[in-house]
């Protein structure tokens, strides 16, 4: 079992930045995944952005070019560098985490397959 605790949410006028960080309560391994990803109200979560074990990663469309995500030499603290935010980053972010082994599950970034999650931070985005 991982727990995740993310913080670094806030409100912020638009093309501002904010740093968002998720620490897992234990190490990982070889095949562990960590994400991000977003909800508003009415809509189904989103992936931001997934980085495996091996550190590769990828970006949801929206986000690529505006947000990067790294991680501690300990790799148990994600963080989301967000840039250039815009009103349609505000959402409420959550961390998410499994083991995917050697399958594609992290690069798919679908929500329903991570089985563990952060309890979520607000980003506001104010035009």
């Known amino acids: 079992s991982v727990e995740l605790m993310e913080s670094g949410g806030g409100s912020v006028q638009a093309g501002g930045s904010l740093v968002l960080s998720c620490k897992a309560s234990r190490s990982t391994g070889s095949g562990f995944c960590m994400a991000w990803f977003r909800q508003i109200p009415g809509k189904e979560r989103e992936g931001v952005v997934a980085?495996?074990?091996?550190?590769?990663?990828r970006y949801a469309a929206s986000v690529k070019g505006r947000f990067t995500v790294s991680r501690d030499s300990a790799k148990t603290t994600l963080y989301l560098h967000m840039n250039n935010l815009k009103p349609d980053d505000t959402a409420v972010y959550y961390c998410?985490?499994?083991?995917?082994?050697?399958?594609?599950?992290?690069?798919?970034?679908?929500?329903?397959?991570?089985?563990?999650w952060g309890q979520g931070t607000q980003v506001t985005v104010a035009s």
């Open positions: 998410a985490a499994d083991d995917f082994g050697d399958s594609d599950y992290c690069r798919e970034m679908n929500s329903v397959d991570f089985g563990y």
């Open positions: 980085m495996n074990d091996d550190g590769s990663n």
